[in-house]
């Protein structure tokens, strides 16, 4: 037996890509959930339009990027010879980015404080454009990370809706590197459910099958598409 013919699980490749898509399609199924209840965000970031292509040519259609200076410097040329292509924001927003940001993107998985959020309600009535959002949950509560604690997601949450006015879709979750990922993922499924919120943005390349057994909506799978940055 050669292994020529097997697919790399890393590397920047439709092959790659294909081969996060069946490991997608067999979480789905040990879990007995539709892989249509999972979206893969292909995650971009640091990747320039070369690298980029070749991924959308082999079909994928949902893309994150982390910093809306880089999205807004490579993507518009891309969204218009691809008009069918979402893109996602799973990088911290600043205030004086939400302009650019609601402009840009399809998704903000980056809520994560009342600035934020006021600064989003008043671009989206402006530009009339309603990307699906989701507050980020800071679940191992680290102090350089961002979103909100766990303790206060259920006041923030409410004060999204109440105050601001913003539909919230979803909770998106980044564990600590050095943990177990499915006490984070378990914990974050727990506040949306408490919430009646329904996506969960949770699982990246080392851990998104862990993720979907969790009842991740949302995976955010980087470097086993594209390879290492
Ligand atoms: C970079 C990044 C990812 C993807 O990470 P990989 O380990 O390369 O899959 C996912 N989520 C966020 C928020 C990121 O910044």
Redesign the pocket.
Known sequence: MTKANVAPVTGRSPDALAAVEAEIARACRDAQRDRASVTLIA?S?TFAADAIIPVIAAGQRVF?E?RVQEAKAKWPALTSAYPDVALHL??PLQSNKAKEAVALFDAIHSVDRPSICQALAKEIESQNRHPQLFVQINTGEEPQKAGIAPGEADAFIASCRDTYGLTISGLMC?PPVDEPPAAHFALTAKIAARNGLTNLSMG???DFATAIMLGATHV?????IFGH?
């Open positions: 995650v970031k994150g982390n799973i990088g980044i990246m390349s080392a955010r799978v980087g470097s086993a940055r």
